[in-house]
C-alpha cells in the first residue's frame, strides 16, 4: 500500500489536456517509434471499463486495434519509455485531462509470437507501478525491464486507470495498449509468478472501487505485486 494524504493530479496541468489517452509510442534506448508502429493502437481514445472482458489485455474489442507486423527491440535492463497522448494525432502538449487521477502501470507477458498473440489469457507480470501519481515528462512513463528475465518476444502492456469517477462500479477507467517487443540480453536467472488478464483486478479491489475526492491515507495499487530480480 502506497501511503498519502492528499490525491496528486495524475497528468501535469496542460493548456491543452483533454480527458482520455493513447499509448501511441515507444522509446528504446535512441530510437522512438512512429504513432502505431509495434503497438496495437485504437483509433478511438476512450476507455475499457470492464475489468472482466479480454478487453482489459490489450484493449481490443470495444475499440478495435489496428494490426502492425513491426516488432521493436528492447535490451533487457534498460529503461524504455511509453509515450501516451490525447488521440493519435496530438501534440506533446495534449495528454490526459488533469482531473483523471490514477495509478501508471506496465505489465509482461513472454509471447511465442508477438504479433499474433492475443494478449489476453495467463502470463502476465507487473513490472512498474506509481499510484496517484502524475505521468511524468508529459506523458512520458518510464518502465524498466527486468535484467534476469529471458530473452525473446514479449507484449508489453502499458496501462493508465483514470479514477475520477470511480466512486461507483464500472467507473473507473482503464487506458491501455500493448506493445508487441523483442527483449535481448536477459539472463533468464529468475522465472515471474504470472496472473491473468482478465482476472487479476476486480471491480471492487479498493484501488479500483474507490473515492478519490477524500483525504486518502493510502492507496492500494490494483493488481499483482512488481516483479523484481
Not at 23 to 47: E, K, N
Not at 105 to 123: E, R, S, W
Amino acid at each position: 500500500m502506497m501511503k498519502l494524504q492528499v490525491a496528486i493530479p495524475f497528468a501535469t496541468v496542460l493548456s491543452l489536456a483533454s480527458s482520455h489517452t493513447i499509448f501511441t509510442q515507444l522509446q528504446a534506448g535512441s530510437t522512438t517509434s512512429a504513432v502505431g508502429v509495434g503497438i496495437r493502437d485504437p483509433s478511438y481514445d476512450g476507455p475499457i471499463s470492464d475489468v472482466t472482458s479480454n478487453d482489459i489485455a490489450c484493449n481490443g474489442g470495444k475499440n478495435p486495434t489496428t494490426a502492425t507486423n513491426a516488432i521493436i527491440q528492447v535490451q533487457a535492463g534498460s529503461t524504455v519509455k511509453a509515450i501516451w497522448r490525447h488521440t493519435l494525432t496530438s501534440a506533446a502538449s495534449d495528454v490526459i485531462d488533469p482531473s483523471h487521477k490514477g495509478p501508471v502501470m506496465a505489465y509482461l507477458k513472454k509471447v511465442t509470437n508477438a504479433v499474433t498473440d492475443p494478449g489476453y489469457g495467463a502470463g502476465w507480470f507487473k513490472i512498474q507501478e506509481a499510484g496517484l501519481t502524475n505521468i511524468a515528462n508529459k506523458g512520458e512513463q518510464s518502465i524498466t525491464i527486468p535484467s534476469c528475465i529471458v530473452p525473446g518476444q514479449y507484449l508489453l502492456r502499458a496501462e493508465l486507470i483514470a479514477l475520477h469517477g470511480a466512486g461507483s462500479s464500472q467507473g473507473a477507467q482503464f487506458y491501455m495498449e500493448c506493445a508487441q517487443v523483442n527483449i535481448t540480453g536477459g539472463t533468464g536467472a529468475k522465472s515471474p509468478a504470472t496472473v491473468s488478464l482478465p482476472g487479476a483486478y476486480k471491480a471492487s479491489d479498493p484501488g479500483i472501487l474507490i473515492n478519490i475526492y477524500q483525504t486518502l491515507k493510502g492507496y492500494t495499487v490494483p493488481g499483482p505485486a512488481v516483479f523484481t530480480c
